[in-house]
């Protein structure tokens, strides 16, 4: 059984250059586990900030889960994440270095359906230039399959 993604960030694929990723836990209330398994959740305009020796997920929208009574969320809060001291350090310094960011890439549940992870993206900014670029390679590729698809 494959994991289940509940969202991916394609923004973020077109905006900047993942040089790495990895795997963080992400700390969630009740309500907002059970909005994320309905899939009302959205990292377009996310981001990762460490802050106090910690990471935190900012501006991702988890939608308010109605049957949760008074007990509600705030749908943008900050959400820690969790990962290894020696991971927080690393990702901190090299945010610190110019030009790079976190960027959530995706969210998704494991295989055995339990645990909610968001893969981050060490990314570096694309210039307009190289955003077109990609767009021109993107679709040369595209017209190379379609002409060996007609050839068979």
């Given at each position: 059984m494959a994991e289940r993604v509940v969202t991916l960030n394609r923004k973020a694929y077109h905006d900047y250059f993942i040089d790495e990723s990895l795997e963080a836990g992400i700390s969630l209330t009740g309500s907002e586990i059970k909005s994320v398994r309905a899939g009302k959740v959205s990292v377009r305009e996310a981001y990762v900030?460490?802050?106090d020796h910690e990471l935190w997920l900012w501006n991702a929208h988890i939608a308010p889960y109605e049957a949760a009574s008074f007990f509600q969320h705030e749908p943008r809060r900050p959400r820690?994440?969790?990962?290894?001291r020696d991971q927080i350090?690393?990702?901190?310094?090299?945010?610190?270095?110019?030009?790079?960011?976190?960027?959530?890439?995706?969210l998704y549940f494991k295989?055995?359906?339990?645990?909610?992870?968001?893969?981050?993206g060490l990314a570096r900014g694309k210039k307009l230039y190289?955003?077109?670029?990609?767009?021109?390679?993107?679709?040369?590729?595209?017209e190379m399959d379609r002409a060996a698809y007609r050839r068979r």
């Open positions: 900030k460490p802050q820690r994440l969790l990962l290894h350090s690393y990702l901190t310094s090299k945010v610190k270095e110019k030009g790079y960011t976190l960027v959530p890439l995706k295989e055995r359906g339990n645990y909610l992870k968001v893969e981050i190289d955003k077109r670029e990609s767009i021109a390679k993107r679709d040369a590729e595209r």
